[in-house]
């Protein structure tokens, strides 16, 4: 079943347009990698997605898991399963993080009509979760992204993610700046998501994440339009052959 | 003449008598008629005005011992020592002081003690306009306290002053502290500040703190809501060498507050810690002055305020820094940050450095700024709805000065009153909308 189906999506910032017409379809269980030079309009996308206000979509469509997602605010795509992992998570100094985990999982709940999780079981599954990302339980106490490195702002996506559960998660060049360690614990956890009910969406400037997580799709984004798709033996020629030949042969 | 003329009510209500020294008193009482009130021409006073005093015509309190008064919070504080001011009135000495800690009301104090309750340093200046506040409560001071600790003695028990205004109507007061520490000694002395009715009135308090050497005196200000309060509150501290002096000023509520600190950094090896936190909403107008002086070498000082304005509030921070010519090697840091929620909120910051050493580390900056839009889109990508997410960072942005209070259940109890507060202020904005 198609979870995200986006059809000929045009859209602009401050009257500058930036995708020119995007065709994409996302079903359950799979894995889809897309790769562009910089400017090619890959943040654009994934801000359209997110809700954010300084994008206007001028054409198009998107349908998230049958609902119209461009009627939907940004909170309400995130409680109905759409997750945004972003490419420079924005620091908030003040508002601890294990605050912010228990109001996100809190809000995502109240929209299932659950109640509120008891904060025993809640403490318990975020340790769990903060083991496994191999990060420190004093970083829950910590102010959200504050003085945190770049590798460490990734990570804490990734952590918001696991706890989430999204059905759609969409992950804006999490792989840039990590070194090799963070790299493998990031990937491990992306593969640990990959499900049958589930769609991921890795956004990435580098083959290199996919030696680790193996996409079911590649597509190359070039000037706000898809210009190729294929499987991952098409992130591999991409590394050797550089952008320049691919975009060539499209066109 | 740049200072408004003393009201008559309040040149008719000047007492015979007071708590100051005879001498004192009567030089007081020469000077108040001619320095009358900071008036709007006063530089200090450009963004806070006296109207609603003047216009006010407050009654000398007459309030009685015994006044069946309770203040409505409770702050979760461990058995402090309660010294409770009803309309300015001190309700008498708690029974149960701890040893060496020495209270006396300030009309029984020793001749040397009440000289040095009325003897701050720097001296009040008629040149000074705010200092005729000061003029005006040593020529009104019917009442208050000296607070002795001895030397060495750490005091685990909080000293809480509790100012609880308005029993009576359109009351005012001009209640004197003094605080002195002996060498090494450490205490904490916290205002819990509440107007207990509607109708307005105006406390003009002084306190002076007197800072031995080594020792460390908390001084914690919790103005609490009350849209009735009118105040003009002064502090002085003096610190001796090595002596510490911290101070937080929290202020959520009254119509009208002014509240001023002289810190005197006077011998070597002290140090200064001020935060301040000012919540202003409504037509609330908060508003702190304060100066700092390092007259001695090798001192210190950081100083951090943040003000968040709602509504039509207005939030003023002036910071001040002085650094006498043979200060050297002093570090003194200083940042005012402001957030502004509303189009006819207004904010005035103004850092002041004034620094005559050559080896000084000094550096001060302030913001005035609107909630993040990004931080926002960045709670709500994570299901957090707009109003809660604007709240979880306003809420973030006190916190870092309540993160600084030393007192862990006062700090916790801080940050659930400013949630509620602005949960609270969800509704208001709703019903007014």
Same mark, same amino acid.
């Not at chain 1, 562009?36 to 054409?59: A, D, I, R």
């Not at chain 1, 798709?229 to 050797?240: H, I, M, P, V, W």
């Not at chain 2, 009118?230 to 119509?255: I, K």
């Given at each position: 079943?198609?979870?995200?189906?986006?059809?000929?999506?045009?859209?602009?910032?401050?009257?500058?347009?930036?995708?020119?017409?995007?065709?994409?379809?996302?079903?359950?269980?799979?894995?889809?990698?897309?790769?562009?030079?910089?400017?090619?309009?890959?943040?654009?996308?994934?801000?359209?997605?997110?809700?954010?206000?300084?994008?206007? #979509?001028? /054409?198009?469509?998107?349908?998230?898991?049958?609902?119209?997602?461009?009627?939907?605010?940004?909170?309400?795509?995130?409680?109905?399963?759409?997750?945004?992992?972003?490419?420079?998570? #924005?620091?908030?100094?003040? #508002?601890?993080?294990?605050?912010?985990?228990?109001?996100?999982?809190?809000?995502?709940?109240?929209? /299932?009509?659950?109640?509120?999780?008891?904060?025993?079981?809640?403490?318990?599954?975020?340790?769990?979760?903060?083991?496994?990302?191999?990060?420190?339980?004093?970083?829950?106490?910590?102010? #959200?992204?504050?003085?945190?490195?770049?590798?460490?702002?990734?990570?804490?996506?990734?952590?918001?993610?696991?706890?989430?559960?999204?059905?759609?998660?969409?992950?804006?060049?999490?792989?840039?700046?990590?070194?090799?360690?963070?790299?493998?614990?990031?990937?491990?956890?992306?593969?640990?998501?990959?499900?049958?009910?589930?769609?991921?969406?890795?956004?990435?400037?580098? /083959?290199?994440?996919?030696?680790?997580?193996?996409?079911?799709?590649?597509?190359?984004?070039?000037?706000?339009?898809?210009?190729?798709?294929?499987?991952?033996?098409?992130?591999?020629?991409?590394?050797?052959?550089?952008? /320049?030949?691919?975009?060539?042969?499209?066109? | 003449?740049?200072?408004?003329?003393?009201?008559?009510?309040?040149?008719?209500?000047? %007492?015979?008598?007071?708590?100051?020294?005879?001498?004192?008193?009567?030089?007081? +009482? $020469?000077?108040?008629?001619?320095?009358?009130?900071?008036?709007?021409?006063?530089?200090?006073? @450009?963004?806070?005005?006296?109207?609603?005093? &003047?216009?006010?015509?407050?009654?000398?309190?007459?309030?009685?011992?015994?006044?069946?008064?309770?203040?409505?919070?409770?702050?979760?504080?461990?058995?402090?020592?309660?010294?409770?001011?009803?309309?300015?009135?001190?309700?008498?000495?708690?029974?149960?002081?701890?040893?060496?800690?020495?209270?006396?009301?300030?009309?029984?104090?020793?001749?040397? $003690? @009440?000289?040095?309750?009325?003897?701050?340093?720097?001296?009040?200046?008629?040149?000074?306009?705010?200092?005729?506040?000061?003029?005006?409560?040593?020529?009104?001071?019917?009442?208050?306290?000296?607070?002795?600790?001895?030397?060495?003695?750490?005091?685990?028990?909080?000293?809480?002053?509790?100012?609880?205004?308005?029993?009576?109507?359109?009351?005012?007061?001009?209640? +004197?502290?003094?605080?002195?520490?002996?060498?090494?000694?450490?205490?904490?002395?916290?205002?819990?500040?509440?107007?207990?009715?509607? &109708?307005?009135?105006?406390?003009?308090?002084?306190?002076?703190?007197?800072?031995?050497?080594?020792?460390?005196?908390?001084?914690?200000?919790?103005?609490?809501?009350?849209?009735?309060?009118?105040?003009?509150?002064?502090?002085?501290?003096?610190?001796?060498?090595?002596?510490? !002096?911290?101070? !937080?000023?929290?202020?959520?509520?009254?119509?009208?507050?002014?509240?001023?600190?002289?810190?005197?950094?006077?011998?070597?090896?002290?140090?200064?810690?001020?935060?301040?936190?000012?919540?202003?909403?409504?037509? &609330?107008?908060?508003?702190?002055?304060?100066?700092?002086?390092?007259?001695?070498?090798?001192?210190?000082?950081?100083?951090?305020?943040?003000?968040?304005?709602?509504?039509?509030?207005?939030?003023?921070?002036?910071?001040?820094?002085?650094?006498?010519?043979?200060?050297?090697?002093?570090?003194?840091?200083?940042?005012?940050?402001?957030?502004?929620?509303?189009?006819?909120?207004?904010?005035?910051?103004?850092?002041?450095?004034?620094?005559?050493?050559?080896?000084?580390?000094?550096?001060?900056?302030?913001?005035?700024?609107?909630?993040?839009?990004?931080?926002?889109?960045?709670?709500?990508?994570?299901?957090? %709805?707009?109003?809660?997410? @604007?709240?979880?960072?306003?809420?973030?942005?006190?916190?870092?000065?309540?993160?600084?209070?030393?007192?862990?259940?006062?700090?916790?109890?801080?940050?659930?009153?400013?949630?509620?507060?602005?949960?609270?202020?969800?509704?208001? $904005?709703? +019903?007014?909308?």
């Amino acid at each position: 079943m198609a979870l995200l189906e986006i059809k000929n999506l045009h859209a602009e910032i401050d009257g500058k347009k930036i995708l020119n017409g995007i065709d994409l379809t996302v079903n359950a269980g799979e894995i889809h990698a897309i790769m562009g030079p910089n400017g090619s309009g890959k943040s654009t996308l994934c801000n359209v997605l997110g809700g954010h206000e300084g994008y206007e #979509v001028t /054409q198009g469509s998107i349908t998230f898991d049958g609902h119209d997602l461009l009627e939907m605010e940004t909170e309400e795509r995130a409680v109905a399963g759409l997750l945004l992992g972003f490419q420079h998570p #924005v620091e908030i100094p003040g #508002v601890k993080n294990i605050y912010l985990l228990k109001e996100a999982l809190n809000a995502k709940r109240e929209a /299932q009509g659950l109640d509120e999780i008891d904060t025993f079981s809640f403490m318990k599954q975020v340790r769990e979760l903060v083991a496994s990302m191999d990060m420190d339980d004093s970083f829950l106490h910590r102010g #959200v992204n504050a003085g945190f490195s770049g590798g460490e702002k990734k990570r804490n996506e990734i952590l918001q993610m696991l706890l989430l559960e999204p059905k759609i998660a969409l992950l804006d060049e999490t792989d840039s700046g990590l070194d090799i360690d963070a790299l493998k614990i990031v990937s491990a956890s992306i593969n640990r998501m990959r499900d049958e009910e589930r769609g991921i969406i890795l956004v990435t400037h580098y /083959q290199r994440l996919l030696n680790y997580v193996e996409p079911d799709f590649v597509h190359i984004l070039y000037e706000g339009r898809i210009v190729k798709s294929g499987d991952k033996t098409l992130a591999q020629r991409l590394e050797a052959e550089g952008y /320049q030949d691919i975009l060539e042969e499209a066109s | 003449m740049k200072r408004v003329e003393l009201p008559e009510w309040l040149s008719a209500a000047l %007492p015979e008598q007071t708590v100051a020294p005879a001498e004192v008193a009567r030089a007081a +009482r $020469s000077q108040v008629e001619s320095l009358g009130l900071p008036g709007p021409r006063d530089e200090e006073w @450009r963004w806070t005005n006296l109207r609603a005093i &003047q216009r006010g015509r407050f009654n000398a309190s007459t309030g009685a011992v015994g006044a069946d008064i309770e203040p409505s919070t409770r702050l979760p504080l461990e058995n402090p020592v309660r010294l409770r001011f009803v309309d300015g009135v001190f309700q008498g000495l708690p029974d149960d002081l701890p040893t060496d800690v020495t209270i006396t009301a300030l009309a029984d104090a020793d001749e040397a $003690s @009440r000289v040095a309750a009325f003897s701050p340093k720097p001296a009040p200046s008629v040149d000074n306009p705010n200092d005729a506040l000061v003029t005006l409560n040593t020529a009104m001071a019917r009442e208050g306290v000296v607070i002795d600790v001895a030397a060495s003695a750490v005091i685990e028990r909080p000293i809480v002053i509790e100012w609880l205004d308005g029993a009576t109507e359109s009351v005012m007061s001009h209640p +004197r502290i003094l605080v002195r520490l002996g060498q090494s000694a450490a205490a904490t002395l916290i205002e819990h500040i509440e107007t207990v009715g509607d &109708q307005p009135i105006w406390r003009n308090s002084v306190i002076v703190a007197s800072i031995a050497a080594n020792a460390a005196l908390t001084h914690i200000a919790l103005g609490l809501d009350g849209d009735a309060r009118l105040a003009t509150e002064r502090s002085f501290a003096e610190l001796d060498r090595d002596a510490r !002096y911290y101070n !937080y000023n929290v202020q959520l509520g009254g119509q009208m507050i002014r509240r001023e600190y002289d810190i005197h950094v006077g011998g070597s090896g002290a140090h200064t810690d001020l935060f301040g936190l000012m919540m202003p909403r409504g037509k &609330q107008v908060l508003d702190t002055h304060t100066r700092i002086t390092h007259a001695a070498a090798d001192t210190t000082s950081n100083e951090h305020y943040r003000t968040i304005v709602d509504d039509s509030g207005r939030g003023i921070f002036k910071g001040r820094i002085l650094i006498e010519k043979d200060a050297q090697r002093i570090e003194a840091y200083q940042s005012s940050n402001n957030l502004i929620l509303s189009d006819d909120a207004e904010i005035d910051a103004k850092p002041e450095l004034e620094i005559y050493a050559d080896d000084v580390k000094c550096s001060h900056g302030a913001t005035i700024g609107r909630l993040d839009d990004e931080a926002l889109y960045y709670l709500q990508s994570r299901g957090v %709805p707009e109003a809660a997410a @604007r709240n979880l960072l306003i809420a973030g942005f006190a916190q870092e000065v309540i993160d600084e209070i030393p007192l862990v259940e006062l700090r916790d109890w801080l940050t659930e009153h400013v949630e509620q507060r602005l949960v609270e202020q969800i509704a208001r $904005s709703e +019903r007014n909308a």
